[in-house]
């Protein structure tokens, strides 16, 4: 066991408007299980950076332990997966990368294949085999359930459940739930790390913030009370001691002494007041500082005059001669939010594509309702750029509520002015999400919409589709999520 101690750690990149972190302290054991949680944005993959010595800091970060990051840069994917394993780690040995091979359900064969021959979840798989052979390291793992479907993200977790002695990022809630036994918060102000899983820190925030928010409540009537206490005792203060010089022809003299003492003390009391409003305004000032506010928001979707919007009848769908999925039967109707579940490569993204209206070769029934409008958020966030004024305008939408929206999910002032495409991977999908729940459609399809996505912002986007039941086709792994929203699931 050993610590790894920040100290008045500060850091910004150069030319941005403001620092990530400000005189941050704290201290984790590299025993621990970590999962690191946090708004996109916040600095989760920076932390990482600073800690593996790619940036110049302020402060101090002491380790006695090397460290180690995921996912690995594989510059020729065309070579054998055993030569890339043999580029990261060259000293390892054959039976201890089969042993958790064989943890991860990877059969020896994959590493006879090209990496790129490898689906997604596989090269994970492989890769993180790899990173477990590097004993005495504290492992930094980012974000590896991105391109796992729901089976492999629970194979992984349970796999890592087992391993100790790593800061792990995940937007998923039941995965991080099942492998972590500390989080690190990054919260808006600070820093914090608290024994337990997401599911327990979570609700620890929400009573932190029932707390100060009633505590912020209580403080401002105070505060009110005590203004107005302090207005009153200053005025009658003031009218006492102008008794001391009497009134004309009232032939009384008088007694100054009493009177300069009684306004005084009426003075001295005022005084007190005040400091006591004083100490209940600093009090408030500590509150709330942390808390994840959101805007209320009024999202519409279109009427559309017939309730079936498509309908696919034992679909089947080709590219050449390979038949991605088979025998697919689906209703899509008004209100519906249908989940498309199957593991990689089972055809969900092809299904989206031909309701989309893209020319894909199938075989089988497919009708779809005449002049149906669908907003659709792809995988890929590389095509967008530019300020998001001029975006939301480029794109035919309501600049208020498309901002509006950006806001609750955690988007600064600051970052409007910004470029698109200095934006973090979660911040550019949050803008497609926000542009497709701008757009007037009578149908939402949105294809892996939460990657890199941060959790409080998952919730959020929860509560809005909740709360407005737009008509939604989806491809999404977050088992939480999809239990959440889903009216319907079909399993490819």
């Known amino acids: 066991m050993s610590l790894i101690r920040v100290s008045n750690l500060t850091f910004g990149y150069e030319g ?58 594989v510059d020729d994917k065309e070579c054998h997966t055993i030569d890339i394993v043999g580029d990261i780690y060259p000293e390892y040995l054959h039976w201890e990368l089969m042993r958790e091979l064989s943890f ?11 990496f790129d021959t490898l689906s997604h979840g596989e090269q994970t798989k492989v890769l993180l085999a790899t990173l477990f052979l590097k004993e005495n390291s504290f492992l930094l793992i980012d974000e590896p359930t991105n391109h796992l479907d729901m089976k492999a993200r629970r194979l992984v977790s349970d796999y890592l459940n087992s391993k100790s002695g790593f800061i792990l990022v995940s937007h998923d809630r039941s995965f991080l739930d099942n492998c972590v036994d500390h989080i690190i918060a990054i919260n808006k102000t600070n820093i914090e790390i608290q024994k337990g899983n997401f599911s327990s820190w979570w609700e620890n925030k ?6 100060e928010l009633a505590e912020n409540e209580k403080l401002k009537r105070d505060i009110k009370r005590l203004s107005d206490s302090a207005k009153r005792t200053n005025k009658w203060s003031q009218e006492v001691e102008k008794t001391k010089f009497g009134t004309k022809n009232s032939g009384i003299k008088p007694d100054k002494g009493y009177i300069g003492h009684k306004s005084a003390k009426m003075m001295k009391r005022s005084k007190s ?28 979707q279109l009427d559309y005059h017939n309730t079936k919007l498509a309908e696919l009848e034992g679909v089947s769908i080709f590219y050449g001669e390979k038949m991605v999925c088979k025998d697919i039967g689906l209703t899509l109707e008004q209100g519906d939010r249908i989940a498309l579940l199957g593991k990689n490569g089972s055809g969900k993204s092809s299904i989206i594509k031909l309701i989309c209206g893209e020319d894909l070769e199938y075989t089988g029934n497919f009708r779809k309702a005449s002049q ?29 509520l498309f901002k509006a929206i950006l806001r609750k999910l955690d988007f600064s002032r600051i970052q409007f002015e910004k470029d698109i495409a200095s934006f973090s991977s979660g911040q550019k999908k949050k803008v497609l999400i926000a542009k497709s729940l701008s757009e007037k459609v009578h149908l939402h399809i949105w294809d892996e919409p939460l990657n890199y996505i941060d959790i409080i912002s998952r919730m959020q986007i929860e509560e809005l589709l909740l709360e407005y039941s737009p008509t939604l086709l989806f491809v999404e792994h977050d088992r939480e999520f999809c239990n959440n929203i889903a009216t319907k699931i079909i399993e490819l």
Not at 48 to 59: C, D, I, P, R, V
Not at 104 to 114: A, I, K
Not at 206 to 211: I, M
């Open 16 to 73: 941005s408007y403001d620092n990530i972190f400000e005189n941050v302290s704290f201290q984790i054991d590299t025993d621990w299980k970590l999962g690191f949680t946090g708004r996109n944005g916040r600095g989760k993959t920076t932390f990482l950076n600073l800690l593996l010595g790619k940036y110049e800091y302020s402060g101090k970060i002491s380790a006695n332990v090397c460290f180690e990051y995921f996912p690995y840069k």
């Open 104 to 114: 991860l359900e990877v059969s020896e064969d994959t590493l006879y294949r090209p």
């Open 206 to 211: 929400k009573r932190q913030d029932y707390f």
């Open 273 to 300: 007041i005040e400091k006591r409003q004083q100490s209940a305004i600093d009090e408030k000032s500590n509150l709330l500082k942390n808390l994840e506010r959101s805007e209320s928001l009024k999202i519409s």
């Open 372 to 400: 149906l409008k669908i907003s659709y958020v792809s995988q890929d966030t590389s095509h967008i750029q530019g300020n998001l004024t001029d975006y939301a305008a480029n794109s035919g939408i309501d600049q208020s």
